[in-house]
Structure formats: C-alpha cells, structure tokens
C-alpha cells in the first residue's frame, strides 16, 4: 500500500517523499516546531526512532532542526518546500483513511483487529523467538 501511496505522489510530481513521513509533516504543520521529543510523543514512537525519521527527512529537504526557545534546545520546523505541499499531503491522509475504511468493509476481518491480533500472538511468542525456532530445525543454520 505505501508503494501506491508513493505512486500517488509521483502522479502529483512530489518527489522523495516517503509515505511514513506524512503523519510528522502533517503534525508539524498542525502544531508548528517542534523538538523531536516532542514530535515522537505526539506521534506515538520513540525519540530514537523519530530522531532517525527526521534526519531522513532533513536530508531529503522535507524539514529543518532551528534553534528552540533557548540555546540548548532544537526545534524541528517544516522547510518551504513542504509547506508548498503540506494541503495535498492532508488531502491524500484523508483519501488514504477513506479507502483503507472502503477496503476493510470489503474484508470478512477488520484490518484494525488484524494489528490487535498480531501484537497478541508476538506477545505470546516474539518474532524474533518463532525465527530462532524454525532456524534449529534447519541443518543448514548449524
């Protein structure tokens, strides 16, 4: 689905933009700056992993790190660039959500219970853990 959702985006001629990014872009044009503590908290993830995503997108030109209300802290703020574009990236989130919602009426098994089923099972027994146990039985791990 992202790979589409990134076709999308080349339809439109928004280029090396990743799918992930969206929700972030979409929280800094809501909220404004931000530190990344900030930001991954409002969008549910970790500082590691959002400091990551936004060196990423700084790279990319999507963001950039200013500096905060004092000297010791570091905001994150979206580039013109993404500002030019930040109402098409709302619009496609709302086509997105629309038909991710047309999609699970489609399915005898709701996509929301599919996430909620998953994290139960690996909690039962971690990923990692069913991988280990298929590579024991198999002579070529040894």
Do not use: C, N
Not at 33 to 46: F, G, H, Y
Not at 88 to 103: D, F, G, N
């Amino acid at each position: 689905m992202d790979a589409d959702i990134g076709r999308v985006y080349a339809d439109r001629r928004i280029e090396g933009l990743k799918p992930t990014w969206v929700m972030e872009l979409l929280r800094l044009h809501a909220r404004g700056p931000m530190t990344i503590a900030e930001l991954a908290d409002s969008v549910e993830r970790t500082h590691s992993a959002l400091s990551q995503k936004v060196a990423a997108m700084r790279k990319a030109g999507w963001v950039r790190t200013v500096v905060g209300d004092d000297a010791r802290t570091r905001k994150v703020e979206l580039t013109e660039r993404a500002h030019e574009v930040v109402a098409r990236l709302a619009a496609e989130w709302r086509a997105t959500e629309a038909a991710l919602a047309e999609l699970e009426a489609e399915l005898p098994y709701p996509l929301s219970r599919v996430v909620t089923d998953i994290e139960a099972a690996l909690a039962r027994t971690s990923f990692h853990d069913r991988i280990a146990a298929k590579l024991a039985e198999d002579p070529a791990w040894d």
